[in-house]
C-alpha cells in the first residue's frame, strides 16, 4: 500500500474552496439534488431511530401533558438518544462517501446519477466505510476525559444535568468548567482531528481500496502534516458561510415578503425553497473542498494532472 502523502503549500487552502464552486457549477442541479437527497435519506434515517427509541425508552415516564415527570423519566430520555447517536455515528460515514463520489465522477466529466448517492451501500462496502465511524466515538470519549480533567469533578455531571433540563423544559444554568480555555483549545483540536480523520479516511476506503485502520492512520497522518492549509479552508469557509448567510438572507427575506404579498404559503414555500438550496450549496462547497484537498493530499491515479500543478506552486 502507498502510504505517500503531499505537503501542499499554504494557499491551496483557498484554492480548495474556490475550486468546489467550480466542480459544483459543472452540474449545479445533479450536485445540490445528490446533497439534498443524501441528507434527506439520512434525516428519515435518524427521525425514525429516534421516534421508536423515544416511544420504547420514555413512552412509561410521560405524564398525561406530554411532561416527562420524573427524573427517571430525564434519564430515560437521555438514554433514549443513544441509538440515534449511533445511527449518526455509523451512517455519516455513508453519507460522505455518496457525495464525494458524485463529486469526484462530476470533477471528472463521466456521467453519473442522482443513484450514485448511495455507492457506499454497494460492493461490500458498507461494513467498511461504517466502521470508520468508530472515530467519532473516540472523539467523543476524548470530550469527555478532557472535560472530566479540565472542567473539573462536578463538570461533567452538571453538563449533564444541563442537557437534561433542556430535553425536558426545565432550564438550569450551564455549567462553567474550571479550565475553560484549555478546555476550548483541546475540544477545537478533538474535533479538527476527528473530524478530518472521518473524511480523508472515507474517499481512501472507496476509492483506493485502503482497510479502515490504515486510511484512518493516514488522514490524521495527511491533517497533521497539512493543518496549515486546511486551517485556511476553514477559516475561508467561515468567512464565506457567514457572508452568504447574511446576503441570502437580505435577498431571501424580500422574495418571501414579495411571495407573502401575494399568498401566504407561497411565502412559506418560497422560504422553504430558499433554505433548502443554502444547505445543499453549502454541504457542495464542503465536501467539494473535501474532496480536492483529499485528491491534493493523498494523490489519485485518475486525476494526475493535478501533480504539475502542486509542483508548480511548491
Given amino acids: 500500500m502507498n502510504d505517500s502523502i503531499r505537503r501542499v503549500p499554504t494557499a491551496r487552502g483557498l484554492a480548495w474552496v474556490t475550486q468546489a464552486l467550480d466542480v459544483a457549477g459543472r452540474r449545479p442541479g445533479l450536485v445540490l439534488s445528490a446533497m439534498l437527497l443524501g441528507a434527506f435519506a439520512f434525516m428519515v434515517a435518524l427521525t425514525v431511530m429516534l421516534m421508536a427509541s423515544f ?53 471528472a466529466g463521466r456521467p453519473v446519477g442522482l ?17 470508520i465511524g468508530l472515530v467519532q466515538l473516540a472523539a467523543m470519549a476524548l ?18 444535568d444541563y442537557m437534561s433540563s433542556l430535553a425536558s423544559g426545565t432550564l438550569v444554568p450551564p455549567p462553567v468548567p474550571e479550565q475553560a480555555a484549555l478546555l476550548l483549545v483541546a475540544s477545537l483540536a478533538i474535533g479538527f482531528f476527528g473530524f478530518t480523520a472521518q473524511v480523508y479516511a472515507v474517499p481512501q476506503v472507496l476509492f483506493q481500496g485502503r482497510r479502515p485502520l490504515p486510511a484512518v492512520l493516514a488522514a490524521l497522518r495527511a491533517s497533521a502534516i497539512n493543518m496549515l492549509p486546511l486551517t485556511v479552508a476553514g477559516v475561508v469557509m467561515l468567512i464565506g458561510l457567514i457572508a452568504g448567510t447574511l446576503m441570502l438572507a437580505l ?38 473542498g473535501i474532496y480536492l484537498s483529499w485528491r491534493d ?18
Fill in 251 to 288: 435577498v431571501g427575506a424580500l422574495l418571501v415578503f414579495l411571495a407573502g404579498a401575494v399568498a401566504k404559503l407561497l411565502g412559506s414555500l418560497v422560504g422553504m425553497l430558499i433554505a433548502l438550496f443554502a444547505m445543499a450549496l453549502v454541504l457542495a462547497l464542503l465536501f467539494g
Fill in 297 to 314: 493530499m493523498f494523490g489519485d491515479a485518475e486525476e494526475a494532472r493535478v501533480a504539475p500543478q502542486m509542483q508548480a506552486e511548491l
Fill in 115 to 131: 443513484s450514485a448517492v448511495f455507492v457506499g451501500l454497494t460492493g461490500g462496502r458498507a461494513l467498511p466505510l461504517a466502521s
Fill in 55 to 107: 416511544l420504547i425508552g420514555v413512552s412509561g415516564h410521560v405524564d398525561p401533558t406530554g411532561n416527562v415527570a420524573t427524573e427517571a423519566g430525564r434519564h430515560a430520555m437521555m438514554m433514549a438518544l443513544i441509538p440515534a447517536v449511533l445511527v449518526t455515528v455509523f451512517v455519516s460515514p455513508l453519507l460522505y462517501a455518496g457525495w464525494l463520489h458524485v463529486l469526484r465522477e462530476v470533477d
Fill in 143 to 160: 470530550n469527555l476525559l478532557a472535560s472530566h480533567l479540565l472542567g473539573g469533578e462536578r463538570y461533567v455531571a452538571a453538563y449533564m
